[in-house]
């Protein structure tokens, strides 16, 4: 099972950036997905969820109405779309897999990083004021 993140880099604040995490070794529509991050210093923080099936996602309120996160299952790649960043932005990007394979698992999205059982090595974002 691997996760590989990419897409990351340095940004001006209010700009954009897209990430991407390539997934292999799994069924992919059978896992749920999760984007978290960490800052140095600080502890790991949730950002997004996405369902197995179904496409339903979940945000916490520090990035609601600010990142999207999507998924297609025919490339094993979860997508987190970031907009209007800002310099407490800066962190590393995390995508994690969660397996969800029965019912009502599949259809679910999980918040709880203790949750997940595959974690990609990170992507690094900086954002710049």
């Known amino acids: 099972v691997q996760l590989v993140e990419s897409g990351g880099g340095l940004v001006q604040a209010g700009g954009s950036l897209r990430l991407s995490c390539a997934a292999s070794g799994f069924t992919f529509d059978g896992y749920g997905l999760g984007w978290f991050r960490q800052a140095p210093g600080k502890e790991r923080e949730g950002l997004s969820c996405i369902s197995g099936k179904g496409g339903s996602t979940n945000y916490y309120d520090s990035v609601k109405d600010r990142f999207t996160i999507s998924r297609d299952n025919a490339k094993n790649t979860v997508y987190l779309q970031l907009n209007s960043l800002k310099p407490e932005d800066t962190a590393v990007y995390y995508c994690?897999?969660?397996?969800?394979?029965?019912?009502?698992?599949?259809?679910?999205?999980?918040?709880?990083?203790?949750?997940?059982?595959?974690w990609g090595q990170g992507t690094q974002v900086t954002v710049s004021s």
């Open positions: 994690a897999a969660k397996a969800a394979v029965a019912l009502p698992f599949q259809y679910m999205c999980f918040r709880n990083s203790a949750e997940y059982d595959y």
